[in-house]
């Protein structure tokens, strides 16, 4: 099956730092990735869908100016926390399709932010 | 997106078969039942789909009701690593997004 994979697996960093956490698709081309969050024993909550080339939609509720997402190219999109927060700290969770609906979506191992 | 609706949580013996039930009383005619799975601290997994017809594969079975209102996810044969929270998800038909309910959490015991 398609791989996909995350760098940090977790990170700590201070308050008022930024963090980047990178998703990579090891072995296929993904036009579209989506980052989740997800809080301890909650859900997934999708944040935003980004396409290769252009700017990422992000859902309702998700600041754009703080998550920074860049797509540069099919096989990488970068998820930058800026000025990140205690109430930042998370599990983020990258995934990665081809691009055609109802293919299945790859998901990363997950990056976990902890901000003191 | 149509929404789902599945226990909380569930146990089932090691060995025994997982029937895990979802209910999409809301979905679409062209609205596909995917089923994901997320071990502790891990990224999702992706189970099986389907449309309205069975659907199996090395990993589990799925059910849809005729009218395809609810579903049932199959795992023949539990085992203690299939403990984790399952999720049913409907996906929408005009876009790639998966939007997680809560799941069902499943514990497999010995």
């Known amino acids: 099956g398609a791989v996909v994979s995350q760098h940090p697996s977790w990170v700590i960093c201070k308050s008022g730092t930024s963090v980047k956490i990178e998703c990579r698709s090891l072995?296929?081309?993904?036009?579209?990735m989506f980052w989740y969050r997800q809080f301890p024993k909650q859900s997934l909550m999708l944040m935003a869908t980004?396409?290769?080339?252009?700017?990422?939609?992000?859902e309702q509720g998700v600041e754009k100016d703080k998550f920074l997402i860049n797509h540069a190219s099919l096989t990488l999109s970068t998820l930058t926390v800026t000025s990140a927060h205690p109430e930042d700290s998370s599990f983020y969770i990258c995934?990665?399709?081809?691009?055609?609906?109802?293919?299945?979506?790859?998901f990363g191992p997950g990056t976990r932010l902890t901000v003191l | 997106d149509a929404k789902t609706t599945q226990p909380t949580s569930m146990d089932c013996a090691e060995g025994r078969a997982a029937n895990l039930p979802c209910n999409h009383s809301?979905?679409?005619?062209?609205?596909?039942v995917y089923w994901y799975r997320q071990i502790h601290s891990q990224g999702p997994q992706y189970i099986i789909h389907?449309?309205?017809n069975n659907e199996t594969n090395e990993m589990a079975s799925l059910i849809i009701t005729e009218d395809r209102k609810s579903s049932t996810l199959i795992l023949p044969h539990a085992t203690l690593r299939d403990t984790a929270v399952y999720y049913c998800?409907?996906?929408?038909?005009?876009?790639?997004?998966?939007?997680f309910g809560t799941g069902t959490r499943l514990q497999v015991f010995p």
């Open positions: 072995d296929f081309q993904a036009t579209t």
């Open positions: 998800i409907v996906r929408s038909h005009n876009t790639d997004k998966l939007i």
């Open positions: 980004s396409n290769e080339g252009s700017k990422a939609t992000y």
């Open positions: 995934s990665a399709s081809l691009g055609s609906n109802y293919n299945e979506q790859f």
């Open positions: 809301t979905i679409s005619g062209n609205e596909y």
């Open positions: 389907g449309l309205k």
